[in-house]
């Protein structure tokens, strides 16, 4: 892998600006913040010349980032158009000693409500 070698031109660079956070229903007094995630598997150039079949997040090879305050609720639901399971984890967030996902892989073609996560705190939810 030549990591100076040229990119194509149908390369696309990630937007590194963050759009404003939306307006988001109030639940005693807490941010609800409520995101689906689409998941595919799309070709992707992550390299000069090194294409692979990514699992992206509505449409993006990363996923999106979540803002929010301590207290706020995320309510994440996963949509797995990709071809295989996969666990969901949400870095540098509260964490069961288990792990965030452990144990909970979502199907392909599947959709389903992931978690409420509280800032500060994680709770689970069923599916």
């Known amino acids: 892998m030549d990591l100076q070698g040229d990119i194509s031109e149908s390369y696309q660079t990630r937007d590194a600006t963050l759009a404003p956070v939306a307006d988001c ?19 992707r150039e992550v390299a000069p010349g090194v294409n ?3 699992w992206t997040f509505n449409g993006s090879y990363m996923g999106p980032t979540l803002r929010g305050r301590v207290g706020d609720i995320f309510e994440i639901t996963l949509i797995n158009n990709g071809s295989m399971g996969h666990s969901v984890d949400f870095h ?18 599947a959709a389903c409500r992931v978690e409420c996560i509280t800032l500060g705190r994680v709770r689970q939810v069923s599916t």
Do not use: C, K, M, Y
């Open 92 to 109: 540098a967030g509260t964490v069961s000693p288990e792990g965030f996902a452990a144990g909970r892989q979502h199907r392909a073609g």
């Open 25 to 43: 229903e109030s639940i005693d007094g807490r941010t609800v913040h409520r995101q689906t995630l689409d998941v595919q598997e799309l070709p």
């Open 52 to 54: 692979l079949n990514a």
